[in-house]
C-alpha cells in the first residue's frame, strides 16, 4: 500500500496528459500510486494512459464509459487503498516536491487536511477577458501559513478546489464521503461535507500547484452569466445539507455551518438571478432548510443580495452588535471618514434581524 494515491480524472486531455504524468512519476516522494481514469475520452488519452502504465508500475489505469468529472473521481477512491488521497487534473500538473511538502506537512502536524499555494499558468488561445475575469492569484494563494482549527470562517474562506490538498483516507471512509454527481462545483461539496468532519487544517505557504487556465473548459465557461449552471448553486448547498443530516441529532454548530454555506453559496448566485427569481429562491431554501433542519430560517433579498435573518442569536447579542455598529457609523462621521455601503448593509442587516428574532419570540 503506497502513502498516496494520486487520483486523475481524465477526459480528452491527449494533448496536456504528457506534461501532466511526467510531473507525477518524477515526483521526489516515491511512495505514490497514481490512479488514473480515462473517463469516455475520444482522442489518444487512454493510449497515452497505457503507455505510460507499461513504464512505471506506479500507474493504474481505469476505463469508464460514462462521463463526469465527480464519477471518475469516485472510481478512483473506490480503487485506491492509501493512507492520503491527492487529487490532479489532467491538464495541470504537480511541482515536483509537491508530494513530499505535503506528506510531510500533513504527517507532522497531525492536522486533517493541508493546503498549498497554486501558480495560473495560462494556456495559448486564452482571450485577455477571460485571463482578467480568471486570475484571483488571492484565491488561490491565501494568506494564512501553518496550523489552524477550522471554524466556520477558514472553511468558508479557504479555496474549495480539492486538488491543492491532501486528505486523510480515514476521514473519508467513516463518513461515507464521495463526490455528489453534478456536472460542476463538486469541488466545493467535497469540501464543504469533509470539513463538517475535520477538525484542523495547515496551510503550506508554497506555490506547488500548476493550474493552467485555458480557453473551453468548464471553468471558462462560467464566466457567462447567460450559463444556466451558473443557478445551481442551491443543489450544492443541498447536498451539503443531506450530507449533514447523516448526523443525528445535528448539533447547532452544525446547523450553523450549514445555514452560513447556504448562504454563501447562494450570494454568490445572485448575479445570475432575476428578482423574481431571487424571490423565489428565497422562498424555496426558506421552505427546505426549515423542513431538514427545522430551525426558523429567514432567507430574504437585501441590498442586491441574500442575507439570513435567523442566526440563533439572542435579542440582548443582536442589541449589542447593533450598539457597536452605530459607534462605528458616528465615529466615522466625526472623523469625516466615508460611510461604507458594507456598513450601512450591516446596520440595516442587524435591524432586520433585530426585528425578526422579536416576531419569533412573540
Known sequence: MAAISIIVPCHNVAAYLPKCLDSLINQTFRDIDIVTINNASTDDSLVILKKYAARDSRIKVLDTEIAGLSHARNIGLDNSDSEYVMFCDSDDWYSLEMCEIMYEAVTKSGADVAC???????????????????????YYCQKMTGKHKLNSKLILKTNVMVWNKIWRRDLLKKHGLRFPEIKIHE?????????????????VNRQLYHYLLRPNSIMSRLTDKNNPQNKIKLEIAENVLDFAMRRQPVPWSIKKLVLEIFLDETRKTVPFLSETELREYCESLNRRIAEKLQVPCRFVPMCGTITNLYTGHTEMELLWKQIQLKAHYIANRLTGKKISDRLRFKIEENTARMEYTKKLRG
Open 116 to 138: 498549498c499555494h497554486a501558480f495560473l499558468e495560462d494556456d495559448e488561445g486564452l482571450s485577455p477577458e477571460e485571463k482578467r475575469v480568471r486570475h484571483d492569484n488571492e
Open 187 to 203: 469541488d466545493d461539496c467535497f469540501w464543504y461535507m469533509y470539513t463538517l468532519n475535520a477538525k484542523t487544517i495547515y496551510y
